[in-house]
């Protein structure tokens, strides 16, 4: 699913037009980035948690070449799904 399309079925089954149901979708995924930049969670209960995952920097091998390269340490974004929505995927 695409964003146009999460945007679209959102208005139908709102009941609201397609401009409002983009303002909220950017207004959510906006919130949640402002959130996670500030390194805290946001928790929606049954569904999941959306968090921040430090990753240590490590050695790591060019493919092609096989020279060892280091590959700096990074913060990567981390969906954790919640037991409603796995039970839901699951059936």
Do not use: C, D, W, Y
């Amino acid at each position: 699913m695409t964003k146009e399309e999460m945007i679209t079925m959102m208005a139908e089954k709102s009941s609201i037009s397609k401009k409002q149901a983009g303002e909220a979708l950017q207004t959510f995924m906006s919130s949640v980035t402002g959130q996670l930049k500030k390194g805290k969670k946001v928790s929606f209960s049954g569904f999941g948690t959306f968090s921040v995952s430090k990753r240590k920097a490590r050695k790591g091998r060019n493919p092609q070449t096989g020279a060892t390269i280091n590959i700096p340490a990074t913060k990567v974004p981390v969906f954790r799904a919640g037991k409603h929505l796995k039970e839901a995927v699951r059936k």
